[in-house]
């Protein structure tokens, strides 16, 4: 049962602007209620000290939690609104829409909601995700029956032990438990780490190390076409970019790579369903090492790409390799759960997020609700998602005459007649058309490499329907 905060700013009789909000839940009329201004000069302390991160034994992430949870609890709907999530619902989930302008609520930790029964997301384990509204239709993810669901793993965080990350990896990979075709690529700045990978030589995952250049990366990104992206690097102070090692010192060719928005962008939209932000701090708490990048999230998602997990502030390695491990495992174990039947399904990612996210603290001493009210870490990763996201479609099989006549003009030395093919597939076809020509309308000049395929599948399509050949002489935009 999805609950959604809305901020939204309001202007007061004193001219002063203020962030209000409201709530709505799924499938309930609640009551027309007046919007509730969030406090925030009752929050700036606990906020700070949240954010100073430098205090081992206080309660700074219960405090914190407290006081946000104190000024949503404010609102005339709130207990029937969160009954089901304080009640630990396993459908219930937390969304939090902000609007263009309402920063100052944005930047706010609402990940540590802390009501009377606990922590929302640690204890109960909700998720609490931000979402960005869609103005366009929101056509499902589609993956052809048969084909390879394809993770890439960039691992390049300078200073870092790539090799501890790749573990965490191959270890969700192994979780996973192997329910769907996956093929890894993995690009590392460690001749370690491509080496052992080359070495095991395990059928569906390969390794090359970094490439040379910034043009080149964005370019072997975007050749793969990944439906799942994890990068483990630094990210900048400002959230604008990923810093990537190249090659490394033991390749002779140390220096770093910077990718910003449009580089992502670029490499990643029309193809990329999960983009995971898995930037490290490597020396002390890394504040001058490594910067957040939860910002950089809400503009890719805001681009089109549907889901992107990136961190609040900077975040120690182990705990890098930790989330990295928890979350890839249990989402391929949800992503393959999904894609079992055919047709349009749900995926929900969200469990997978705060389960992860309690990772963090499994190696800690204290029992897990005592160590979240005093550890942020666990609190630092921030889920960003489109609004609409989680349809997998996944096209049926071919009926068995279909499957049958195939294979009989295979069998013959011929290509698959492309009027059987339309005819058996005509739906699937013009639903997958009705797809990409949304998507395309909404491409500008970015992503070449992108339009240019997507056109080319858009040709075939129509080809295949009308059995004309299709010239296409440009692009909306």
């Not at 769907?180 to 095991?200: G, H, N, R, Y």
């Not at 990104?221 to 400002?238: L, S």
């Not at 096209?395 to 492309?418: K, Q, S, Y």
Request: with cysteine.
């Amino acid at each position: 049962m999805t609950v959604r905060i809305l901020f939204e700013p309001a202007q007061e009789l004193s001219g002063e602007i203020v962030t209000q909000f409201h709530l709505e839940k799924e499938t309930v009329n609640l009551p027309v209620a007046a919007r509730v201004p969030v406090n925030m000069g009752a929050l700036s302390s606990v906020i700070q000290q949240y954010e100073s991160g430098t205090n081992p034994t206080a309660t700074v992430v219960k405090d914190v939690g407290s006081a946000l949870w104190s000024n949503i609890a404010r609102h005339q709907n709130a207990t029937e609104a969160f009954r089901d999530a304080l009640n630990g619902a396993d459908s219930a989930v937390v969304r939090l829409t902000f609007t263009a302008l309402g920063d100052e609520a944005r930047a706010l930790p609402w990940e540590t909601m802390y009501s009377p029964h606990g922590f929302l997301a640690f204890g109960s384990q909700v998720p609490i995700i931000r979402e960005i509204p869609d103005t366009g239709r929101t056509a499902p993810l589609a993956i052809e029956a048969g084909m390879p669901f394809k993770l890439l793993a960039v691992i390049a965080a300078q200073g870092g032990d790539a090799n501890s990350e790749w573990r965490a990896l191959r270890r969700a990979l192994q979780a996973a438990g192997g329910g769907m075709p996956t093929e890894v690529l993995v690009l590392s700045s460690s001749k370690a780490v491509v080496d052992d990978i080359k070495s095991a030589g395990t059928d569906g995952i390969a390794a090359r190390k970094m490439p040379g250049s910034k043009q080149d990366l964005v370019h072997a990104i975007a050749e793969f076409a990944p439906h799942y992206a994890h990068f483990f690097c630094h990210g900048e102070p400002t959230g604008g970019n990923l810093v990537l090692e190249n090659g490394g010192a033991e390749y002779g060719e140390e220096r770093s790579l910077f990718l910003d928005l449009v580089d992502l962008k670029q490499s990643l939209l029309g193809t990329t369903w999960i983009v995971v932000l898995n930037a490290c701090s490597l020396a002390g708490d890394g504040a001058d090492q490594s910067g957040e990048t939860a910002s950089l999230c809400e503009k890719l998602v805001q681009q089109g790409l549907p889901l992107v997990i990136g961190m609040r502030a900077p975040v120690s390695e182990s705990n890098a390799n930790r989330f990295a491990e928890g979350f890839t495992g249990r989402a391929l174990a949800a992503i393959a759960r999904t894609l079992e039947k055919p047709g349009t399904t749900d995926l929900n990612l969200g469990r997978c997020f705060a389960a992860a996210c309690r990772d963090i603290l499994a190696d800690n001493p204290q029992p897990p609700n005592a160590a979240a009210e005093v550890f942020r870490e666990w609190s630092l990763p921030v889920y960003t998602t489109r609004e609409g996201f989680g349809l997998i479609e996944r096209p049926p099989p071919l009926p068995p005459e279909a499957a049958e006549m195939i294979a009989e003009d295979v069998l013959d030395g011929d290509t698959p007649r492309l009027d059987t093919l339309a005819t058996l597939k005509r739906e699937e076809l013009a639903g997958e058309l009705d797809m990409l020509s949304d998507l395309i309308a909404k491409l500008d000049s970015y992503a070449p490499h992108v339009i240019d395929g997507i056109e080319a599948r858009i040709r075939e399509i129509k080809t295949a329907l009308t059995g004309v050949p299709v010239q296409m002489t440009g692009h909306p935009g």
